[in-house]
T-cell receptor
Framework: GAVVSQHPSRVICKSGTSVKIECRSL??????MFWYRQFPKQSLMLMAT?????????EQGVEKDKFLINHASLTLSTLTVTSAHPEDSSFYICSANTGRRVNTEAFFGQGTRLTVV | GESVGLHLPTLSVQEGDNSIINCAYSNSASDYFIWYKQESGKGPQFIID?????DKRQGQRVTVLLNKTVKHLSLQIAATQPGDSAVYFC?????????????FGEGTQLTVNP
């Protein structure tokens, strides 16, 4: 299947700093990528839809000024957690699908464990 | 062994037994469903999918059943192995027009005892 890579896999940052997480589709182009957040022993919650060349679409309750998303190319989307706080500590996961058709398999990255201290 | 969807998030089975993991979904407009396996510290891994015009689909050692009448989805794993131990999530695509925007269920922790 298609490969989606996230970087870094783990990051520890100080409270008040910003952290950037990258999501890359390695062997396909992705016009749309998705960012999820997962707290321990909980399910994945969709945060936003990243659209290549246009603004991201955020889910209700997700602060767009805190979670900045940039999808500058067909193979790269970035999520920047600004002014991070300990409550932002979580597992962040991106996904992408390989085509424009609906109802296609989504491929997930390996996730990024963010710890804010 | 069998779980009862969102109200029983853990399932423990013996190696070699068959496992059944259940999931209830709420949106009758959902038309595409996927089961994912997630191991600790990793991203979800695709297992099998099914579209709403089907009620059963089989893969290697896995079968997904879809009952649209009661909005219920199940994953059956045959001859469960220790490597199957993980959290299993069902996900639904709510008839979206843009790619795979998925809504995930609560998840079931499957533990396979040797």
């Amino acid at each position: 299947g298609a490969v989606v890579s996230q970087h870094p896999s783990r990051v520890i940052c100080k409270s008040g700093t910003s952290v950037k997480i990258e999501c890359r589709s390695l062997d396909f182009q992705a016009t749309t990528m998705f960012w999820y957040r997962q707290f321990p022993k909980q399910s994945l919650m969709l945060m936003a839809t990243s659209n290549e060349g246009s603004k991201a679409t955020y889910e209700q309750g997700v602060e767009k000024d805190k979670f900045l998303i940039n999808h500058a190319s067909l193979t790269l989307s970035t999520l920047t957690v600004t002014s991070a706080h300990p409550e932002d500590s979580s597992f962040y996961i991106c996904s992408a699908n390989t085509g424009r058709r609906v109802n296609t398999e989504a491929f997930f990255g390996q996730g990024t464990r963010l710890t804010v201290v | 062994g069998e779980s009862v969807g969102l109200h029983l998030p853990t399932l423990s089975v013996q190696e070699g037994d068959n496992s059944i993991i259940n999931c209830a979904y709420s949106n009758s407009a959902s038309d595409y469903f996927i089961w994912y396996k997630q191991e600790s510290g990793k991203g979800p891994q695709f297992i099998i999918d099914i579209r709403s015009n089907m009620d059963k689909r089989q893969g290697q050692r896995v079968t997904v059943l879809l009952n649209k009448t009661v909005k219920h989805l199940s994953l059956q794993i045959a001859a469960t192995q220790p490597g199957d131990s993980a959290v299993y999530f069902c996900a639904e695509n709510r008839g979206e027009t843009s790619g795979s925007r998925l809504t995930f269920g609560e998840g079931t922790q499957l533990t396979v005892n040797p």
